[in-house]
């Protein structure tokens, strides 16, 4: 019976001391693990001068410079359309004709019309004259006392009458004159000619096509016509990008069926009003169209093509500079510090978030990790303008550091001030060695 209460004690000690020891080995592993640092593998670049062309990059369509929408005046039936589309026309040359019978008609009622308003002007003349001698002897016979007064106001008020009578008629005669004029001009837009020299790049009508004059709405649209010596790209640039383009920047325009040919430009028209997409919803844009001249156009560009355009807007030459992604923003953290005893007089140990201003959160800093022996240090840079690799640093940099340039997620979000670090071999430049935690 003792032997057996004895056997169970000492079982008992041995797991005690099993879960002991266990515990001390997790403490210690906890302990020591605490203590050794993570060391983080990056790639390094050095801080050179370069020169650097910030580029605003756009999408859009390619138009002819000049071109123009003929529309009809006057309605008819097209009874001759001596072109077809793609056509090379002259100005001044004939490209449709409508019906003219029914305003040939109106040309001569309304010149009918004019001769008999000119027929009635003289009768209305020869009449006037009449009375005004008759006016004229009776005023005579008056001043020698031969004539009542009666008789002179009759003879001046019909004098009076003929005349008003004559201006009436005078003024028919330029009502006719106006409307023989308007019939003869409406008889003339029954020929449309070609206001440019330049190609016909549409036509949207056919031989015996019946179109509407522009006194109705804005009429039938007949072809447009354009200059094909003068291709521009019309692209929509970001309201943020637009204020840093200026006329005459210069630009490289990519057209989509051209895909190994770059095609150079300048800038000519920068849009006063915004192109607005998805108004008052969360997906609203705001663009606004620039217009780039070609300087060296294909003849066998066509109007309506898709078009990529880089605006070189500003070059700095031999500026300091690092990769774009070396640069990345940092707030400075919250830090603890004492402020105050309680009510019950205990020190209170409270968090201040010095990266507040007067309530106001601080904005982040720009920042770039310049490595330093087996560590990094966070120094703060003041960027200018970038192109599509390397970013300007105004301030922070002088020159010959080497920065962290990657991977991303170690610039954006692990390293920190006097974080351990290891350089990937074969990153920066040539003499670039190893740089580990001894």
Excluded: W
């Excluded at 095609?263 to 607005?276: D, E, P, R, Y």
Aim: aromatic share 4%; net charge negative; hydrophobic share 35%.
């Amino acid at each position: 019976m003792g032997k057996g209460k004895s056997k169970k004690s000492k079982k008992k000690v041995f797991i005690l001391g099993a879960i002991v020891l266990l515990l001390f080995v997790v403490v210690g592993l906890l302990a020591f693990s605490g203590d050794k640092e993570e060391i983080i593998t990056v790639q390094t670049e050095e801080v050179k001068s370069r020169t650097i062309t910030q580029v605003v990059t756009a999408t859009g369509k390619i138009n002819p410079e000049f071109q123009v929408e003929l529309r009809p005046e006057v309605t008819g039936e097209i009874v001759d359309l001596p072109v077809e589309e793609g056509d090379i026309v002259k100005k001044g040359q004939l490209l449709i004709r409508l019906k003219p019978e029914q305003y040939i008609a109106r040309r001569n009622r309304a010149r009918a019309s004019l001769e008999a308003a000119k027929a009635g002007l003289k009768v209305r003349e020869a009449a006037l004259n009449q009375v005004k001698l008759e006016y004229e002897r009776i005023k005579g016979l008056y001043e020698k006392g031969l004539v009542s007064d009666k008789e002179l106001e009759s003879s001046e008020a019909l004098f009076l009458q003929s005349q008003g009578q004559y201006e009436a008629e005078k003024a028919q005669v330029m009502q006719a004159t106006e409307s023989y004029n308007d019939a003869v001009v409406e008889l003339e837009k029954t020929a449309i000619y070609s206001p440019i020299d330049g190609t016909i790049i549409a036509l949207n009508v056919e031989l015996s096509e019946r179109v509407l004059g522009s006194s109705f709405s804005q009429g039938t649209h007949l072809m447009t016509v354009a200059d094909l010596s003068k291709i521009e790209a019309q692209v929509e640039v970001d309201e943020n990008d637009v204020v840093l383009i200026s006329i005459g920047d210069t630009a490289k325009v990519e057209i989509d069926a051209f895909k190994d040919k770059v095609f150079l430009g300048t800038v000519t028209q920068i849009a006063n009003s915004a192109k607005t997409t998805g108004l008052g919803t969360q997906n609203e844009v705001v663009n606004f169209e620039v217009k780039i001249r070609l300087l060296n156009p294909d003849q066998t560009i066509r109007p309506g093509m898709s078009c990529d355009a880089d605006i070189q807007t500003e070059t700095r030459f031999n500026v300091i500079s690092v990769p774009i992604q070396s640069v990345t923003a940092r707030v400075e953290k919250p830090q603890l510090e004492e402020v105050s005893d309680d009510e019950e007089g205990n020190g209170v140990i409270a968090v201040t978030d010095k990266a507040k201003t007067n309530g106001k959160t601080k904005k982040s800093d720009e920042v770039v990790f310049v490595v330093d022996n087996n560590s990094v240090k966070q120094v703060k840079v003041t960027t200018g303008i970038s192109d599509d690799n390397y970013v300007e640093i105004m301030e922070g940099l002088s020159g010959g550091e080497k920065v962290v340039s990657g991977p991303y997620r170690a610039i954006s979000k692990d390293l920190e001030e006097g974080k351990k670090i290891s350089v990937r071999k074969g990153s920066g430049s040539a003499s670039t060695e190893q740089v580990s935690d001894k």
